[in-house]
């Protein structure tokens, strides 16, 4: 079977945009994305143990809604959060600033981070 895919032909689409602006969101604040994570998780398992949650589950198990879901999660969290209520930060976090931190041209990386930042009088 082959992995679907989500293209949008259109940049300006706007489910593309909240896409892209809800992705933002959560790489700029990691920390928040996952306890909002986590809430969403526990909630979901806690209506999954009632009659209609279970029906809903029964319905959505393997269903290609499910798969192409899955699939849009992954691009827009980047796999970074993690289904852990120990977690605060999630690896995946740390990990890729590590990987630029330890990588040659950082400073080039760190430079267009720092201009890139309304902060610093760069565009949001």
Request: aromatic share 8%; no cysteine; glycine share 6%.
């Amino acid at each position: 079977m082959n992995a679907p895919t989500v293209v949008f032909s259109d940049p300006e689409d706007p489910l593309g945009t909240a896409l892209r602006r809800l992705q933002q969101a959560i790489l700029l604040h990691p920390v928040a994305a996952q306890a909002l994570f986590l809430a969403f998780v526990h909630e979901g398992r806690e209506y999954a143990r009632t009659e209609e949650g279970l029906a809903w589950q029964t319905r959505l198990d393997g269903s290609e809604l499910m798969t192409r879901s899955r699939v849009l999660w992954d691009a827009l969290t980047v796999r970074a959060l993690e289904d852990n209520p120990e977690t605060v930060l999630p690896s995946a976090v740390l990990e890729a600033f590590v990987k630029a931190a330890s990588e040659a041209g950082m400073e080039r990386l760190a430079e267009a981070l720092f201009l890139g930042n309304p902060l610093f009088g760069g565009e949001a």
